[in-house]
Each structure stands twice: as C-alpha cells, then as structure tokens.
Nanobody, 115 residues
Framework: QVQLVESGGGLVQPGGSLRLSCAAS?????MGWYHQAPGKERELVAA???????RYADSVKGRFTVSRDNAKNLVYLQMNSLKPEDTAVYYC????????????WGQGTQVTVSS
C-alpha cells in the first residue's frame, strides 16, 4: 500500500503557472497525475517512470512538465500557460507498472484557472 499526499493547487489567472507536488510513502515505478473536471471522466495528464521516461496528454504537451525525485519519492507537475479548460481536480497517482494498472491515488487538489 502506498500513500500519496498532494500540495500546490489554487487559483491562477489564464496564462499563469502553478506547480503541484506529491509525496509518496515509498518508492514505486510509475508516478504522475490525472485530472477530473466537473461532469467529466478522470483523464491522464502526465506520467513518469523511475528511469525518467514520460508520457503526456496531447492537450498539455509543451505546457506541462512532469518530474520526480526518486530519492525523496516525490513527483511534480509544472503547469505553464494555463487555460480555463485546465480547471479540474488534479489527482496524484502511483503504479507498479507502465500500463497504469492497480493505481494508488492521492486525495486530489483543486486547480482553478480564471480571471
């Protein structure tokens, strides 16, 4: 069992930046982020393996960057050029595989992009 604790959400204007952080209780192969907007399904935003390989949703490529500190079991999501459509609850996740099966979840943090 892996516990995940997120931080860093909030309100930001369009075009602004935010950085989300997530601390895991132990080391695990894959970490990353999903988001869920009201009335929509939870969607993958970005994932990173312990060897640094990443994957991103098309909607965030070039704007968001996922990174991790393996020594401290931390994963980050740097979000730049934020748009109103990025507004959602962002969930940190962890998995023992790259297929993202059997995920562990954080409690979620709200990101609101609005003027």
């Amino acid at each position: 069992q892996v516990q995940l604790v997120e931080s860093g959400g909030g309100l930001v204007q369009p075009g602004g930046s935010l950085r989300l952080s997530c601390a895991a209780s132990g080391s695990i192969f894959t970490m990353g982020w999903y988001h869920q907007a009201p009335g929509k399904e939870r969607e993958l935003v970005a994932a990173i393996r312990s060897d640094g390989v990443t994957r991103y949703a098309d909607s965030v490529k070039g704007r968001f960057t996922v990174s991790r500190d393996n020594a401290k079991n931390l994963v980050y999501l740097q979000m730049n050029s934020l748009k109103p459509e990025d507004t959602a609850v962002y969930y940190c996740f962890a998995a023992t595989n790259w297929a993202l099966l059997g995920k562990y979840w954080g409690q979620g943090t709200q990101v609101t992009v609005s003027s």
